[in-house]
């Protein structure tokens, strides 16, 4: 089985460096010492090197929420990713739906930031998912082939290997609809089946797929308990330290229990 892996998408919030320190303080806490899950906070840029500092002497990882793919230079606004490890990040989120939909960041330039960070040692977690109407359309698999086709070119196995994924339907993030495990578990299943035919079934095996859309404490369990779904990528509920860590210890159940 694979590590499971918990991460906490903060988008822009909270609103001060204070809110952002007494939470990440409160997950750490709460993790304390044990790595038997893999947990990451993601909170906006301006606040992580505070919250490195926070995180000191934890096993809880630290990623960025957005980079840019030239290394320095002229790109007003932009974060590269040697300063987000500067700042202590281990990962970074690419193409997270908010950006592709919100900001039109497309494939291409996901994977040109997938390549730039894996240069630099960042983790990246790369986000794909469908709209609400591409799933009514059927479409599903097919959105999800073509953004990973785009967003993981020119990938070795080995870099593959490397990169966590994470499937969140666009129609659930941030609405309380969730994916019902079956459904994520199909999309879950049809990633692995695209990493096997692309990087061969022993890479497809060891890539880390997260769930995304809605996840809480009360739905984290079964979600995770699905054989394709290796953690879960929270926004909203990453928010309140009490739901991130009851979704952190429906991951510990689950890892105790193993999978079906
Ligand atoms: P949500 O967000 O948990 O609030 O639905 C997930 C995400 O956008 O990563």
């Known amino acids: 089985m694979r590590t499971l892996f918990i991460a906490g998408n903060w988008k822009m919030n909270p609103g001060t460096?204070?809110?952002?320190?007494?939470?990440?303080?409160?997950?750490?806490?709460?993790?304390?010492a044990s790595a038997d899950v893999r947990?990451?906070?993601?909170?906006?840029?301006?606040?992580?090197?505070?919250?490195?500092?926070?995180?000191?002497?934890?096993?809880?990882?630290?990623?960025g929420q957005n980079m840019y793919w030239k290394p320095e230079g002229a790109f007003t606004g932009e974060t590269s990713g040697a300063m987000l490890v500067d700042a202590g990040c281990t990962h970074v989120i690419l193409g997270h739906s908010e950006r592709r939909h919100?900001?039109?960041?497309?494939?291409?330039?996901?994977?040109?930031?997938?390549?730039?960070?894996?240069?630099?040692?960042?983790?990246?977690?790369?986000?794909?998912?469908?709209?609400?109407?591409?799933?009514l359309a059927d479409q599903t698999e097919d959105v999800l082939q073509g953004q990973?086709?785009?967003?993981?070119?020119?990938?070795?196995?080995?870099?593959?290997?490397?990169?966590?994924l994470a499937y969140e339907p666009v129609w659930a993030i941030g609405t309380g609809l969730t994916a019902t495990p079956e459904q994520a578990q199909n999309a879950h299943a049809f990633i692995r089946g695209w990493l096997s035919e692309q990087f061969g079934p022993a890479t497809a095996?060891?890539?880390?797929?997260?769930?995304?859309?809605?996840?809480?404490?009360?739905?984290?369990?079964?979600?995770?308990?699905?054989?394709?779904?290796?953690?879960?990528l929270v926004g909203g509920a990453s928010l309140k330290a009490a739901d991130f860590l009851g979704i952190i210890n429906a991951a510990r159940d689950v890892t105790a229990k193993g999978k079906a």
């Open 39 to 63: 947990v990451a906070l993601c909170p906006p840029a301006v606040f992580l090197n505070r919250i490195d500092h926070v995180l000191e002497g934890s096993p809880i990882g630290l990623g």
């Open 102 to 135: 919100g900001m039109g960041e497309t494939d291409a330039q996901v994977n040109a930031k997938l390549h730039a960070a894996l240069a630099v040692q960042l983790i990246p977690i790369v986000c794909i998912g469908e709209t609400k109407d591409e799933r």
């Open 205 to 232: 095996a060891r890539v880390v797929v997260q769930y995304g859309g809605s996840v809480k404490p009360d739905n984290a369990a079964e979600l995770l308990a699905c054989p394709d779904i290796d953690g879960a």
């Open 148 to 164: 990973l086709t785009g967003s993981l070119a020119g990938l070795s196995s080995e870099q593959m290997a490397g990169v966590v």
């Open 17 to 32: 460096a204070e809110a952002a320190i007494s939470l990440a303080e409160a997950v750490k806490a709460g993790v304390g």
